[in-house]
């Protein structure tokens, strides 16, 4: 699996790629959502 | 000539940035939290900024070469943890929790939230007196690349880049600390994504890429230069280490959670959640968040994996043995196998990963000073801020003088600072932060007994167990004759601190709020959630 030797490896390479394009889609979706201390420096 | 016209260049655009922040900041709530109207994508590159540093690429991007593409995992934390999590569950409530009861600082913000002067003045202290360290750490890093880069004296080139770095942070504060690592955070895109596309290009694209990196494990000249890592359970560049072996330890339990974990509760960058105006411009910075911190971490881990094939096909040796150490990889790296233009961009974008971290670190140290530890009872912010900035005056000279004596007592001084200070913040503050956050009933009593579990259990690990540190601090050597007490052939020398300490930390918190029976006046409580559903 692109050319990496373990199972293990995979997983991070592939969740690394897929937590960035969460991150992504969440902001798309949120992007419009989530909306006196008048109290020489 | 180039370079200096780059430098030059990159050093005026700096300037206005910083005279720009200074210019904006009116009064205290701008020098603390740009009064809380950062917009979102400042924010975010500020954040990521100010999380990479210097060492998180050349010192973690050498430890991949050392370890491989196992070192991943820390990025997916990285993303996973360090933003999705920090930014919608820690953010969205430490931005409103910290408006309600008006916190300026990430020890203000805990202080306040548990009515404990205690709490503000012993987390400003922990900060004041660790985070030098850690300071002086990222600053090692800048200074020996600006010494390779541009030829310059290393001690000359650590003074001159405090100062410039201590110069905009004096005047100008967060505004021009978050403009600045704005700025230095789009070029750190740029020069890292030209980096990876240049490393995959010249190896023949992704999977063969990898696929010679996977077969150089497979050569007998390799496994001999190897031999002594494979002992330890190391098993090619491509694969994870032998389950529970010495190096497995060292990955998942150092590297993995030490800093993956850690991140939670760093004081430098909690306090960016309470710069911006609302939780619509949270939801708008993870997006940038993300990207930027799988193009800082993702790409130094797999460059310094890959460096492996090009020193290997070049000097028929691995990375770690033709460039003498981890840490001097990605140097010799860039300096052997990466087109001549190129290396002024990755020396500006080098610069910039030092400087918006050290920013931010002594900004954090001169609030801690100003605001929670000598001003916390100030009711005048004309005070505060002199006492703020004459704090920051003592972290910078005391930052400087560890910068020119940590290299000659700790011989791996950027790792072991790093992870020093990631994991005391980590033990001392995580359950009591995600507590002031989540749990209403916490006491201040199981607030601050777990606190202060948490930084002594981490602190007597790193002295007495955990090996990196403990032979690097002496103490046990000192008392004991030995640098970790639990025996040479025992594994438990391997386990972070971070993973007991913040144990420690959790189940003492439990057990004392169990015990403990006096709760948070009702009104307080109502006014720090005030607005949250």
Redesign the interface.
């Known amino acids: 699996m692109?050319?990496?030797?373990?199972f293990?490896?995979f997983s991070?390479?592939a969740?690394?790629?897929l937590?960035?394009l969460?991150?992504?889609i969440?902001?798309?979706f949120?992007?419009?959502?989530?909306?006196d201390?008048d109290k020489?420096? | 000539m180039v370079q200096i016209i780059v430098i030059v260049v990159y050093l005026c655009i700096l300037a206005t940035l910083g005279y720009l922040g200074y210019s904006k900041?009116?009064?205290?709530k701008d020098?603390y939290l740009g009064g809380r109207k950062i917009h979102p994508v400042v924010m975010a590159l500020s954040y990521g900024a100010t999380f990479i540093s210097t060492s998180a690429i050349v010192g973690f991007g050498g430890t991949a070469g050392v370890f491989?593409?196992?070192l991943?995992?820390l990025?997916?934390l990285n993303?996973?943890l360090g933003?999705?999590i920090a930014f919608?569950f820690f953010g969205?409530r430490t931005r409103r929790i910290g408006h309600n009861i008006?916190a300026h600082t990430f020890a203000e913000f805990l202080g306040k939230r548990y009515k404990s002067k205690f709490i503000q003045r012993f987390t400003g202290v922990v900060i004041f007196l660790f985070m030098p360290i850690y300071a002086a750490a990222v600053m090692i890093g800048a200074a020996k690349f600006i010494e390779t880069g541009l030829k310059i004296d290393y001690n000359i080139a650590l003074f001159v880049f405090a100062i410039i770095v201590a110069t905009y942070v004096f005047f100008g504060?967060i505004k021009s600390v978050m403009y600045s690592d704005a700025f230095q955070g789009t070029l750190m895109i740029v020069g890292m994504s030209i980096l990876l596309v240049v490393v995959y290009w010249k190896l023949g694209g992704?999977?063969?890429?990898?696929?010679?990196?996977?077969d150089l494990?497979k050569n007998s000249e390799v496994l001999e230069q190897t031999k002594g890592v494979q002992a330890g359970g190391f098993?090619?560049?491509?694969?994870?280490p032998a389950l529970f072996s010495k190096n497995w330890w060292t990955v998942i339990s150092s590297i993995v959670m030490g800093v993956g974990i850690g991140v939670l509760a760093q004081p430098q960058l909690a306090v960016r959640f309470m710069t911006v105006k609302?939780?619509?411009d949270?939801?708008?910075?993870?997006?940038?968040?993300?990207?930027f911190?799988?193009l800082m971490t993702?790409v130094a881990f797999i460059i310094g994996a890959l460096s492996n094939v090009f020193f290997f096909n070049d000097t028929g040796n691995i990375s770690v043995v033709a460039a003498g150490n981890a840490d001097s990889i990605i140097p010799k790296f860039l300096d052997n196998f990466i087109p001549e233009w190129f290396l002024t961009v990755f020396l500006v974008v080098l610069l910039s990963a030092g400087m918006s971290t050290i920013s931010s670190q002594f900004h954090a140290i001169g609030t801690a000073v100003g605001r929670d530890i000598i001003g916390i009872d100030d009711k005048n912010p004309?005070k505060a801020?002199l006492i703020t900035r004459f704090g920051m005056l003592i972290a910078i000279a005391f930052t400087i003088l560890l910068s020119y004596e940590l290299p000659n007592i700790w011989s791996d001084s950027i790792a072991i600072s790093t992870a020093l200070f990631f994991g005391l913040c980590c033990a001392a503050f995580l359950p009591m932060y995600f507590g002031a956050l989540y749990f209403k009933k916490l006491t201040k009593t199981a607030a601050i007994s777990g606190m202060l579990a948490g930084f002594s259990s981490s602190l007597l690990w790193m002295m007495f167990v955990h090996t990196k540190e403990s032979k690097a601090i002496k103490i046990s050597n000192l008392l004991f004759g030995t640098d970790t007490v639990v025996g040479e052939n025992s594994i438990w020398q391997f386990v972070d601190p971070i993973i007991i300490a913040l144990s420690v930390s959790i189940i003492v918190t439990i057990i004392v709020q169990i015990a403990s029976k006096k709760e948070l006046p009702k009104e307080h409580i109502d006014e720090c959630f005030d607005g949250i559903k």
Do not use: E
């Not at chain 2, 900041?25 to 205290?28: F, H, I, R």
């Not at chain 2, 949270?282 to 990207?291: D, T, Y």
């Open positions: 692109l050319g990496l030797g373990d293990g490896i991070a390479y969740l690394c790629i937590s960035m969460g991150c992504i969440y902001g798309i949120n992007w419009n959502k989530g909306n201390w020489d420096i | 900041t009116k009064n205290t020098y491989g593409f196992s991943l995992w990025t997916f993303i996973f933003i999705f919608i969205k008006q504060g992704i999977t063969a890429a990898h696929q010679q990196l996977t494990f098993q090619g560049w491509t694969s994870m609302s939780d619509r949270l939801n708008r910075a993870i997006p940038i968040g993300g990207v911190i799988f993702g004309k801020m």
